[in-house]
């Protein structure tokens, strides 16, 4: 696991928008799996500005992202559609029959999670997978105690992730109790993963996630069972990691190619 810790959530963002340009530069159809919420928002914006000023091109691309919430319609002001076309897809030149987005309206539910389990089989799997964490160790909205064999599937929130995510609702709002995600499997076969986390309140969980057991009561943790994963991390993210100082001393020394 490559652990990267910045002084601040914009400097890690920068990185780790780095890390997403690195891999649609080394492939010709690059696959990108994408993540929503406030974590990855720097990072969208970095993307935005590197498509506007240095001319990176989302041309080849293809996206799926991680989630949606079920029984929110794509325009909906807080469905993960809306989200991404608004912080993202918008503002770049991927094409519009480029990028999927699990369906959290279709009336077969069980049917399209199925069906979006073989668009990405169809297009090879995930190159590039960006994740983010919650507070009590989910990854996409794979929750505590689910099964690390999962797949894309209807999944029950959490009452803790239910209050993490109601910020981003108004009063009169109720937040999803049900979403559509990525299982824990299908994300592991994505072939690198980069988890971005920012904040004191992330860093239990990331140190759960990096150096504690591998359990189902951490989700993120059995990504230390994947053969390529970068963590960017903010120094409070980091801050209750034990060998933090090992992590900023294997990237000082790593060798120019390994750099991002």
Same mark, same amino acid.
């Given at each position: 696991m490559?652990?990267?810790?910045r002084?601040?959530?914009l400097?890690?963002?920068e990185?780790?928008?780095k890390?997403?340009?690195?891999?649609?530069?080394?492939k010709?159809?690059?696959?990108?799996?994408?993540?929503?919420?406030?974590?990855?928002l720097?990072?969208y914006?970095?993307?935005?500005r590197?498509h506007?000023e240095?001319?990176?091109s989302?041309?080849?691309?293809?996206?799926?992202?991680?989630?949606?919430?079920v029984?929110?319609?794509?325009?909906?002001?807080?469905s993960?559609?809306?989200?991404?076309?608004?912080?993202?897809f918008d503002h770049?030149d991927l094409?519009?029959?480029?990028?999927?987005l699990?369906?959290?309206?279709?009336?077969?539910? @069980?049917?399209s999670?199925?069906?979006?389990? @073989?668009?990405?089989?169809?297009?090879?799997?995930?190159?590039?997978q960006?994740?983010?964490?919650?507070?009590?160790?989910?990854?996409?909205f794979?929750?505590?105690?689910?099964?690390?064999?999962?797949?894309?599937?209807?999944k029950?929130?959490?009452?803790?992730?239910?209050?993490?995510?109601s910020?981003y609702?108004?009063?009169t709002?109720k937040?999803?109790?049900?979403v559509?995600?990525?299982g824990?499997?299908?994300?592991?076969?994505?072939k690198?993963?980069l988890?971005?986390?920012?904040?004191?309140?992330?860093?239990?969980a990331?140190?759960?996630?990096?150096e504690?057991?591998?359990?189902?009561?951490c989700?993120?943790?059995?990504?230390q069972m994947?053969?390529?994963?970068?963590v960017?991390?903010?120094?409070?993210?980091?801050?209750l990691?034990?060998?933090?100082?090992?992590?900023?001393?294997?990237?000082?020394?790593?060798?120019?190619?390994?750099?991002y």
């Open positions: 490559e652990v990267l810790i002084d601040t959530p400097e890690g963002a990185v780790a928008a890390v997403v340009r690195k891999k649609i530069l080394e010709p159809h690059p696959t990108l799996g994408l993540a929503t919420g406030g974590t990855p720097k990072m914006q970095e993307l935005i590197m506007n240095e001319g990176l989302f041309q080849h691309c293809t996206t799926f992202n991680l989630d949606e919430y029984g929110l319609p794509p325009d909906n002001g807080q993960y559609h809306y989200y991404m076309k608004n912080n993202l770049i094409p519009s029959d480029k990028y999927h699990p369906d959290g309206n279709a009336d077969n539910l @069980r049917q999670c199925k069906d979006y389990e @073989r668009k990405i089989k169809d297009v090879g799997g995930i190159d590039l960006v994740l983010g964490i919650g507070a009590n160790g989910h990854i996409g794979n929750e505590p105690t689910g099964s690390f064999a999962s797949r894309t599937w209807i029950i929130l959490s009452e803790q992730t239910i209050r993490d995510n910020k609702f108004g009063p709002e937040v999803p109790y049900h559509v995600t990525m824990i499997a299908t994300i592991m076969e994505a690198h993963c988890l971005i986390a920012n904040g004191a309140k992330k860093a239990d990331v140190r759960k996630m990096i504690g057991a591998v359990s189902a009561s989700p993120a943790s059995i990504l994947h053969p390529r994963v970068t960017v991390l903010d120094e409070e993210a980091a801050y990691l034990s060998a933090k100082d090992h992590y900023k001393w294997v990237e000082a020394n790593k060798l120019d190619w390994q750099k």
